[in-house]
């Protein structure tokens, strides 16, 4: 339920749709390099969000094939429905995947950045397992440890800077790093009782569009310096300050071909039992 209300909150996901697709994309990329993707599969996709993945795996599997994208907020959910209105071979469901019934067995089951927030994750992926057939796979992309994701990292470094720091909270709780250590990520696939788990962690560079600047605003409106404005409350000038340190902490990972902001991320796969 936690979820479920925090993403459905989440407006600057839809207003900055096109900007973290751009931004993210690196890692909806590796995702679908890595899953055993072709024509005609049918594929679950958990955690589609505003429906990049869903329509990059639509184009993927081809007309032949489906994708059933699984979320649990209406409002993401909604901008995955305009932007997949067009395309035959999806479905679309409201559900929370660690206890809905899914409603036909795919072929796999792929998710960036899409399963780290389930409070039972052993359950949520028996769960998962029972809409694939016997042997399928499962391709998720989660990020790896904190302190190699400047995403986050130096984002939350300069909020701490301009206004102190925010309570300490458990990353192993559902949320965006806990999957970043990777034997809590083997017990829990084991316990859903899948099988031939790997763990892959890929070195990577987030792309996102535009300047320093521009880049600024998307880390004050998504990440942990939006929510160090939304705890502090902060004031107009503080907010000021606080895009001025975001420009000057990631001016290094400005190049010539725009910026590029490494990440370390685990491709994480498995089995259901054959």
């Known amino acids: 339920a936690d ?25 909806l990329d590796l995702v679908l390099d890595r899953a055993p993707l072709a024509a005609g599969l049918k594929v679950l996709d958990i955690g589609c969000g505003t429906g990049a993945s869903v329509k990059a795996l639509a184009h993927l599997v081809g007309p032949d094939g489906h994708v059933l994208g699984v979320d649990i907020a209406p409002t993401l959910l909604g901008m995955a429905r305009e932007r997949c209105a067009a395309l035959p071979n999806v479905t679309l469901m409201e559900a929370d995947a660690q206890t809905a019934q899914l409603p036909f067995h795919c072929d796999l089951a792929v998710s960036r950045f899409g399963v780290m927030f389930f409070e039972d994750t052993p359950a949520a992926f028996a769960n998962i397992a029972q809409a694939l057939r016997p042997g399928a796979t499962i391709t998720c992309g989660a990020w790896s ?7 986050f990292l130096y984002a939350a470094q300069a909020a701490k800077t301009v206004f102190g720091p925010m309570p300490k909270t458990d990353r192993s709780l559902p949320g965006p790093f806990a999957f970043e250590h990777v034997d809590r990520v083997q017990r829990d696939f084991a316990q859903a009782g899948l099988v031939d788990t790997t763990i892959e962690t890929v070195g990577i560079h987030l792309t996102p569009p535009g300047n320093l ?7 004050m409106a998504i990440g942990p310096a939006a929510s160090a404005i939304q705890y502090f409350e902060a004031s107009t000038d503080k907010i000021a300050d606080l ?22 991320i685990h491709v994480i796969q498995a089995a259901t039992p054959t």
Do not use: H, R
């Open 243 to 264: 895009s001025q340190a975001l420009e000057e902490i990631y001016a290094p990972f400005e190049t010539t071909d725009g910026l590029k902001i490494p990440a370390s």
């Open 3 to 27: 979820q479920a209300a925090f993403w459905t909150a989440q407006d600057s996901w839809l207003t900055y749709q096109a900007q973290m697709d751009l931004c993210i994309g690196p890692v």
């Open 213 to 219: 600047t521009d880049f600024a605003t998307l880390c």
């Open 145 to 151: 440890l904190v302190q190699d994701n400047p995403f």
